[in-house]
Every structure is written in C-alpha cells, then in structure tokens.
C-alpha cells in the first residue's frame, strides 16, 4: 500500500493573486477557505485553498502500483483503498495548511462522473463532515474542475476553448463561465488514455525493460521516443465525420491486429515482447496526436466563425493526464501557433485527478455564488453527467472541412 504522497503547492504570483482577488468583490473581504475532496476514481485528493488561489495545503494518495499489478482499475479495489484513507488524506490537507474545520467557508467534492463505488465514499465523507461542521456544501462536476483549474495557475479569461484528454474523457468544450459550458465534441467510445493504456497491455510493456514500473500511457509515450513511426501506418478515425467528436476503439482494434500479424511474423506468444514495440508505440501515440488535433482545429475553425471567440485573443486549454504526454502537447501548441490562439496548461501535476482542482473549482463557485448548497438533502453522485450544453450538431452541420494538416503544422512533417 502506498504512503501518504503529500505536497504543498507554492502561492501563486502577487500579481496573479491581486488580479484574482480584484474579480471577486471590490470591497475587501476576510479570506474565504475551501476544502476540496476528490475521489472519482483511483486516487484519493484532498486540498485546501483560499480565495485568492494560495493553495494552503495538499494531500494525495494514490492507487497506481495497485492496479498496474492488476492490470487495470477494479472498482471495489478502488473503493476500499478510498475507505482506507479518506480520513488520513483529508486530515494532511487540513493539518498542512493550519487550517481547522470550523474556519472552512465551504467543502466542495466531486459528485460527478467517474467510478460509482469511488464517488460514493467521497461523497458519504463530505457530508459527515458538512454536517458536523454545519458548513455549506458544493458538488462539484469532475470535467468542470479540469477545465478551471488553468484560472488557478494563469491569467485566463473567459471564454476559451478546452480540451480534456484523460483515461476516462476526451472532450472538445467552450467554457463561458464557471458552470457554463458549451460542449462541442467528445468521445463516442472510449478515452485516449484507456486506449493507450490497453495497447500498452497487449504489447505486454510491464515485461519491457524500460517501462517495468509504468503506466501504460506512459510506457508508449517513452519507447515512442525511440521508435520509427513511419514503419507503421494506422487509419485515423472518424476522417468521413466533420464533427468535433472522437473515437479511439475502432483505432485500438487496428493496432491489435497488427501487433497480431507481428507476433506470426516473428514467431512469439501473446504476452512475449516484440522487436517492433517502439516503432509500433511511435506510430499509435502519432495517430491519436493527428486524431485528436484534426478534431481541434475544428473546433477552433467552428468557434472562430460562429463568433464564439475572438480572433483576436482566443486561447486552448489542454488538461487532463493525457494532456502531460508531450508528443500530443507538442501537436497541439505547433497548431495553436499556426491559428493564432494562446496555449496554455496546467502544470502536469495539475492534470491529474488532485484535490487542489475540485478545491478552486469550490472558491470559484463560492465566488460567483453558483451551486453552493446549504441543505444536502437529495444530492446524489451521478456516475454519468453531460458537461454544458451539447452543441455537437450544429458542428456537424457547419460540415467545416479541416485543411491539410502538413501544410500547416511543421510538426507533423519532422
């Protein structure tokens, strides 16, 4: 089992600090602290944060090298390990930062989506503690909180447009507003990061010796580094759609086959390492970077006609763990640059599920006095939840024809 992984994140600039507390309120204010719980999935977050976006104090535990070993996430491992340590997560947050229950302004919790059993126990926690403090309670959206959490760590205005590449999302959204989003694509099977993760287990990396201890997203971004992409061409999905959504299952099923062949090539079992695995993680991490890039560029084409952002200042966001594996960051910065929009992330630590996220997405909601509960009666966690409105048809009937990426992006042609 693993220790108790704690951190604390330094303050944020004065100046950034300043700008936050002057979109607030323009009186002055005692500081208003939110405890944030995250517990969606595999790892247990909690945080604590203040409303001129200091994060006080940090605490994670997670549940990787369990489920690595298992080979994927088992929900009622997962929700045992969460039973386990909610409690000593939650006190390391409030124990860093010095901060007692009863000085909290809110306790803001994810609810919803992610693992059912997983959302259950940090939901039930919150609510005992909500009502032994007898302090209002924010739900918070797990999708929402990646999206905000580059308001904590820059200077981001809305609107924007945000991408959310994660193991269990994929997402093409405009966020407007704390809590108002536009959702223009996502996804109609599984994540990139599920993906990349189920090829990694069929290429059987965990026996690589390189990539013994990774996961498996990061296991095929390392040996790509050194493979030759160009030994290996999959089909991109979706290319007759022009819509803004994704699809990575029919690409694994490709890849699966050809890893096949490889194997009665080669004359080795499943389960025994190929001789091509780098060349064959190169040419599956450069076909869901193109996949995911095409998708953007139009979404940026659509927003910018549509008068959805400005030419003049539209910015991409990019979260979520996918959004750590530099090869697609890079992809995807190389086509900000050409269009004209300001790139930025948060911090790869941030990417990750965390408790600082949910923690901010809480002030931010406090702030704008949105969702902020102070009856719990009826909250429910809801394992499946739509982000924004859906607007994904009006993309697919705007049919925008994406250009040539080559002839566009450099990136694409090293």
């Not at 030994?231 to 299952?249: A, G, I, K, V, W």
Request: charged share 20%; glycine share 8%.
């Amino acid at each position: 089992m693993n220790s108790i992984a704690k951190s604390l994140l330094k303050s944020v600039t004065r100046g950034r600090a300043a700008w936050l507390r002057s979109s607030s309120s323009g009186r002055g204010h005692l500081r208003r602290l939110v405890l944030g719980i995250e517990t969606s999935c595999d790892d247990t977050g909690a945080a604590v944060v203040d409303d001129a976006g200091n994060v006080l104090g940090e605490a994670l535990h997670c549940q990787k090298e369990v489920h690595l070993q298992a080979g994927g996430i088992i929900p009622v491992v997962a929700q045992q390990l969460h039973r386990e340590n909610i409690e000593q997560v939650v006190k390391e947050a409030l124990g860093v930062s010095g901060v007692s229950g009863h000085e909290l302004a809110a306790v803001a919790t994810t609810v919803k989506p992610g693992l059912a059993l997983s959302l259950e126990v940090g939901l039930q926690y919150s609510l005992n503690l909500v009502d032994k403090y007898q302090k209002p309670f924010i739900p918070i959206h797990h999708m929402e909180a990646h999206a905000l959490t580059i308001r904590l760590t820059h200077h981001v205005e809305f609107p924007f447009l945000v991408l959310l590449l994660s193991g269990g999302h994929c997402i093409l959204a405009v966020a407007q507003g704390v809590s108002d989003f536009l959702l223009l694509g996502q996804s109609i099977d599984i994540a990139p990061g599920d993906m990349l993760d189920k090829v990694a287990r069929r290429l059987s990396l965990r026996k690589h010796p390189e990539c013994h201890s990774m996961a498996g997203g990061k296991a095929i971004e390392h040996l790509a580094q050194t493979g030759n992409r160009q030994e290996h061409t999959f089909r991109l999905p979706m290319q007759q759609y022009r819509n803004c959504d994704f699809s990575f299952s029919g690409l694994q099923n490709h890849v699966n086959k050809a890893i096949k062949q490889k194997e009665e090539e080669e004359g080795i079992q499943e389960g025994e390492i190929l001789s091509c695995a780098k060349d064959i993680a190169a040419a599956v991490q450069h076909a869901v970077a193109v996949h995911i890039i095409q998708r953007t560029y139009r979404a940026m084409l659509f927003c910018i006609k549509n008068s959805i952002l400005s030419s003049k200042n539209a910015t991409l966001v990019v979260s979520g763990g996918v959004a750590s594996n530099q090869y697609i960051r890079k992809g995807l910065q190389a086509l900000a640059d050409a269009n004209d929009f300001a790139f930025v992330c948060p911090p790869p630590r941030l990417c990750t599920d965390n408790g600082v996220m949910i923690a901010w997405n809480g002030i931010e909601r406090l702030r704008a006095g949105l969702g902020v509960l102070h009856s719990t009666d009826g909250i429910r966690y809801e394992p499946k939840a739509p982000l924004g409105i859906d607007i994904s048809k009006r993309v697919e009937e705007d049919s925008i024809k994406v250009p040539k990426l080559k002839k566009k992006i450099r990136w694409l042609a090293s």
